[in-house]
């Protein structure tokens, strides 16, 4: 299986400034036949679903804020949040779909500083 | 736009099997473009993907190595849902569980989900 590992744990944010959350694969989720990387990133509020945020390591979901944004690629990959908002407060996740079984990151909880 | 509705019981005995439903609306349980899945959330495991059923001329499951002797998920096209089904639960099956559609080909990740329903294995 592949195993996602995120870092850090927690994040306290000051209102307005950059949130970094990062996501490491235990092995490539790189598909050379698509030129894509297969990774995902969630957010979930407490008693929701998790909400898709970017697919494909960095394509923003329609209707969510440019200050999401996704980069990386191979194995490490980053979630940033460029100036954050209070709605921001939540757990994210990252997910790996290159191969079965799909596999999340143990979440990230990102709090007001 | 593709809505999941779950239902079934949140409150399980242990050894028995756990069963809930997914109802979708605004798209098609049979299919090409989709594969229907279940996910899980508890604290000691975190979010695990469980196993989906697709069509493709013919239906597919793939199940998670963690369930597969004990999980069946099933379509059924007269009712466009599909169904999970694990049996032999232990407390360590107490969950969060969701539904969630995934992508036809390389788009394999979740979106939407369904709502969640808290299942709670105990006597």
């Known amino acids: 299986d592949i195993v996602m590992t995120q870092s850090p744990d927690s994040l306290g944010v000051s209102l307005g400034e950059r949130a970094t959350i990062n996501c490491k694969s235990s092995?490539?989720?790189?598909?050379?036949?698509?030129?894509?990387?297969?990774l995902a990133w969630y957010q979930q509020k407490p008693g929701q679903p998790p909400k898709l945020l970017i697919y494909?390591?960095?394509t923003r979901e329609s209707g969510v804020p440019d200050r999401f944004y996704g980069s990386g690629s191979g194995t490490d990959f980053t979630l940033t949040i460029s100036s954050l908002q209070a709605e921001d407060v939540a757990v994210y996740y990252c997910?790996?779909?290159?191969?079965?079984?799909?596999?999340f990151g143990q979440g990230t909880k990102v709090e007001i500083k | 736009q593709v809505h999941l509705q779950q239902s079934g019981p949140g409150l399980v005995k242990p050894s028995q099997t756990l069963s809930l439903t997914c109802a979708i609306s605004?798209?098609?349980?049979?299919?090409?473009?989709?594969?229907w899945n279940w996910i899980r959330q508890s604290p000691s495991r975190g979010l695990e993907w469980l196993g989906r059923?697709?069509?493709?001329?013919?239906?597919?499951?793939d199940y998670a190595d963690s369930v597969k002797s004990r999980i069946t998920i099933n379509p059924d096209t007269s009712k466009n849902q599909f169904s999970l089904h694990l049996n032999s639960v232990t407390p360590e099956d107490s969950a969060v569980y969701y539904c969630?559609?995934?992508?036809?080909?390389?788009?394999?990740?979740?979106?939407?989900w369904g709502q969640g329903t808290l299942v709670t294995v105990s006597s």
């Open positions: 997910l790996q779909y290159y191969r079965t079984p799909w596999t």
């Open positions: 092995q490539s989720v790189f598909n050379s036949f698509n030129s894509k990387n297969h």
């Open positions: 494909w390591a960095f």
């Open positions: 969630g559609r995934g992508g036809s080909d390389y788009d394999n990740w979740f979106d939407p």
């Open positions: 605004g798209d098609s349980v049979s299919g090409k473009s989709a594969t």
């Open positions: 059923t697709y069509y493709r001329s013919q239906w597919y499951n």
